[in-house]
């Protein structure tokens, strides 16, 4: 009979500085998060209450086992994931839940959780840039910097102010595309870190992030209205919940118009969509389970939902490769309207058509900004 082949578990000091800091010394769980280093007391030695887990099992017949994995690959740190001991045992317990596959990705995006999101306490080299999109309503900066704190901002906020209601959205979307080229030409967009702060109509939030792209670091904050506040760590948690895609019954390759529904904050009826687009190919769907106006309570809601909306766009182009233009109905809080704009690849997308909601209007949604019709 053959034996079960088990790796040494001989970790090279180059795998644990990678794996530890890399996970900047917390579970890799999205929904723990927790620090693995305890020094809660004077007396005690720091306690450590974290596991090195493998992705593929360590033995042939452990969680996950791969035969045609080699032992010495099993503990190099691509195989494996930085874990407190109630999520390492959870994973390991449930692996038909957790796959090879699905730790990978919980390990991907807790690294650029961490790239993105642990406050620097003040010593980064590269403060935040601030962009203050607003409205109406003027944003306090003050509110700004104390949701940015122990971080520090970058001199003064970059403030976007756009009046549909004395602007035309021509106007607004030329405004935003000029502001936001200045902003990333002040200096390498690769090397800086933006800090968003949108107060503004969806049409606007949605502009915002057609021009910043996905490719700067950005971290969007949301306005907490009952609490007066920008800041993640003062709203009440929940818990991220995967939203429903709902495709037409058919695709086409036909030339057409394509409806993409968002709803976060508010379901969008048939009698909303009356009267929107021609020749119409389909209409897309994503929603949350219980769209409302409080659903976005912390910051990995929005990568959550961005990474999503990311393959919904590029599925969208492989059910209707031929379609002539998108019409993007966003029923979402401001910063979910920025994540769906960063999402839009410009250089593969057919032009999109914003639109914006009014509940009194004979017609709720209006034409707003069109984005991408000019491309080189």
């Known amino acids: 009979m053959r034996s079960t082949r088990k790796s040494a578990r001989r970790y090279s000091s180059r795998t644990l500085k990678m794996l530890w800091g890399r996970a900047a010394g917390r579970c890799s769980m999205p929904e723990c998060r927790i620090e693995l280093l305890l020094d809660d007391s004077s007396h005690d030695p720091i306690v450590i209450i974290g596991d090195i887990a493998h992705v593929a099992a360590s033995s ?3 969680p996950r086992g791969a035969a045609a994995k080699i032992t010495v690959a099993r503990d190099e740190y691509i195989n494996l994931i930085l874990l407190c001991k109630n999520c390492h045992a959870r994973i390991d317990g449930q692996s038909r839940k957790f796959t090879v596959g699905a730790i990978n990705t919980i390990k991907t995006e807790h690294e650029a959780w961490v790239r993105t999101s642990l406050p620097e306490r003040g010593r ?4 935040w840039t601030t962009v203050l999109l607003q409205g109406s309503y003027p944003i306090d900066p003050v509110r700004v910097i104390s949701a940015l704190r122990p971080d520090q901002a970058d001199k003064t906020p970059h403030v976007l102010t756009v009046r549909p209601d004395r602007q035309s959205w021509l106007q607004v979307r030329d405004q935003l595309a000029s502001s936001v080229r200045n902003i990333l030409d002040d200096a390498d967009s690769f090397d800086r870190r933006f800090a968003v702060f949108p107060l503004a109509p969806v049409s606007a939030c949605v502009a915002l992030g057609f021009n910043l792209t996905d490719r700067p670091r950005v971290k969007l904050f949301q306005y907490h209205r009952h609490i007066q506040s920008w800041d993640w760590s003062a709203a009440s948690p929940r818990s991220i919940t995967t939203p429903t895609i709902k495709w037409p019954r058919t695709n086409s390759r036909k030339q057409g ?8 904050s508010s379901v969008i009826s048939k009698d909303h969509i009356q009267g929107v687009g021609r020749n119409l190919l389909g209409v897309v769907r994503m929603r949350v389970s219980k769209p409302s106006t409080g659903w976005l309570r912390k910051f990995e809601q929005i990568e959550s939902f961005g990474r999503q909306v990311h393959e919904l766009f590029e599925e969208t182009l492989r059910r209707f490769p031929s379609a002539n233009c998108w019409h993007l109905l966003v029923a979402a809080p401001a910063p979910i309207a920025v994540r769906i704009g960063q999402a839009m690849n410009p250089s593969i997308i057919p ?10 209007a004979v017609t709720a949604y209006a034409p707003s900004i069109l984005l991408g019709e000019h491309r080189e």
């Open 351 to 360: 032009p999109v058509q914003l639109y914006e909601f009014h509940r009194a």
């Open 60 to 62: 042939d017949a452990g």
């Open 124 to 127: 980064s080299r590269h403060p």
């Open 257 to 264: 118009q394509v409806i993409i529904c968002f709803e976060v």
